[in-house]
């Protein structure tokens, strides 16, 4: 079993910026991918950034720019770098981690959850 630990959301004005952060604890061994989601009120939970282990990473095109997600190894931490913020960016931001367990089989661990609201 993983637990993920977010921290770092809060309230900032349009232009601002704000750093998001996730440790893993617990059988962390063979953790593949890691990244962030968000869902806004309404809306359905959407990828924003994904980081392999390897540090490949993908983007979400409403973030190309802005964000830049990172990893830590050492600490099992995972970063999300939000710059040039906009009201649209308002949403509760999620960690996720992708663990291979058996060959083929893979299992998906969420963090609590964080609020981030822009206003304009």
């Known amino acids: 079993q993983v637990q993920l630990v977010e921290s770092g959301g809060g309230l900032v004005q349009a232009g601002g910026s704000l750093r998001l952060s996730c440790a893993a604890s617990?059988?962390?061994?063979?953790?593949?991918?890691m990244g962030w989601y968000r869902q806004a009120p309404g809306k359905q939970r959407e990828l924003v950034a994904v980081?392999?282990?390897?540090?490949?990473?993908n983007y979400a095109d409403s973030v190309k720019g802005r964000f830049t997600i990172s990893r830590d190894n050492a600490k099992n931490t995972v970063y999300l770098q939000m710059n040039s913020l906009k009201p649209e960016d308002t949403a509760v931001y999620y960690c996720?981690?992708?663990?291979?367990?058996?060959?083929?089989?893979?299992?998906?661990?969420w963090g609590q959850g964080t609020q981030v609201t822009v206003s304009s």
């Open positions: 617990g059988k962390i061994f063979s953790i593949n991918a």
């Open positions: 996720n981690a992708d663990q291979t367990v058996v060959a083929g089989i893979m299992r998906h661990y």
């Open positions: 980081i392999a282990s390897g540090g490949s990473t």
